[in-house]
Antibody
Framework: QVQLVQSGAEVKKPGASVRVSCKASGYTFSSYGLSWVRQAPGQGLEWMGWISAYNGNTNYARKLQGRVTMTTDTSTSTAYMELRSLRSDDTAVYYC??????????????WGQGTLVTVSS | QSALTQPRSVSGSPGQSVTISCTGTSTDVGRYNYVSWYQQHPGKAPKLIIYDVSKRPSGVPDRFSGSKSGNTASLTISGLQAEDEADYYCCSYAGIRIFGGGTKLTVL
C-alpha cells in the first residue's frame, strides 16, 4: 500500500531553516510528483510547490520563491522540503502529498501524516 | 493568484443533500478540468474525494459527486451522514495549484 512517512516535529527560531523529509513506499517513486502543502493553526490549506520525482523539475508558489527548495532522492524514495529565513507565520503543519507526474495537474491522492513546524524565539 | 472562494460553512440534516461551491476565474476553474476536492477531519490529513472535476477515487462512496459550470465547481454530498461532518477544500490547477479557503460542514 502507498505510504508517505514524514519526519518529526521541529522547533526553530526566527531566521533559521528547517528541512522536512517524506519517505515514500508502495509505488514507483519516480513515476509521480510530490507536492508540499502547509496548514497554519486553525487555517486552511496552502500549496507550497511541486516537484517531479522523475527529473527534479519544480514549480513553487510565488510567495515562497527564494525561501523554499524541494528535492528528491530516488535512491531512497525520499522527498525533502527546506524552508529558510523562518518567520513566526511559517508555524504550521507541513504535509507532503503524492501528486500527478505532470506539472499540469491538481491531484493529491496520498498524504503524509504531517509535520508540525513551530517558529518561536 | 487569489484563493478560490468557498462558503465558510454549510449545514444539513442526516439524509439530506448539501452542495459546496468553489468559485474561481477563467484562468483556473474555468479553464482547466483539474479540480479536486478534499475532506479533512480535525487533526487528520486531508483525503481526496473527487478529482478531475467529477471522478471518484476507489473507496469513496457515490454519495459524493462533483461538477463544474463556468468558473464554479461544486461538490454535492447526498444522504448526509454524521461522519461527513468535516472541512472540505477544493483545489484547481492554474499554472500552479490553488486551494479554496475551506468549508466547514455541520451535520445537524
Amino acid at each position: 500500500q502507498v505510504q508517505l512517512v514524514q519526519s518529526g516535529a521541529e522547533v526553530k527560531k526566527p531566521g533559521a531553516s528547517v528541512r522536512v523529509s517524506c519517505k515514500a513506499s508502495g509505488y514507483t517513486f519516480s513515476s509521480y510528483g510530490l507536492s508540499w502543502v502547509r496548514q497554519a493553526p486553525g487555517q486552511g490549506l496552502e500549496w507550497m510547490g511541486w516537484i517531479s520525482a522523475y527529473n527534479g523539475n519544480t514549480n513553487y508558489a510565488r510567495k515562497l520563491q527564494g525561501r523554499v527548495t524541494m528535492t528528491t532522492d530516488t535512491s531512497t524514495s525520499t522527498a525533502y522540503m527546506e524552508l529558510r529565513s523562518l518567520r513566526s507565520d511559517d508555524t504550521a503543519v507541513y504535509y507532503c502529498a503524492r501528486d500527478g507526474s505532470s506539472e499540469v495537474d491538481a491531484l493529491f491522492d496520498y498524504w503524509g501524516q504531517g509535520t508540525l513546524v513551530t517558529v518561536s524565539s | 493568484q487569489s484563493a478560490l472562494t468557498q462558503p465558510r460553512s454549510v449545514s444539513g440534516s442526516p439524509g439530506q443533500s448539501v452542495t459546496i461551491s468553489c468559485t474561481g476565474t477563467s484562468t483556473d476553474v474555468g479553464r482547466y478540468n483539474y479540480v479536486s476536492w478534499y475532506q479533512q477531519h480535525p487533526g487528520k490529513a486531508p483525503k481526496l474525494i473527487i478529482y478531475d472535476v467529477s471522478k471518484r477515487p476507489s473507496g469513496v462512496p457515490d454519495r459524493f459527486s462533483g461538477s463544474k459550470s463556468g468558473n464554479t465547481a461544486s461538490l454535492t454530498i447526498s444522504g448526509l451522514q454524521a461522519e461527513d461532518e468535516a472541512d472540505y477544500y477544493c483545489c484547481s490547477y492554474a499554472g500552479i495549484r490553488i486551494f479554496g479557503g475551506g468549508t466547514k460542514l455541520t451535520v445537524l
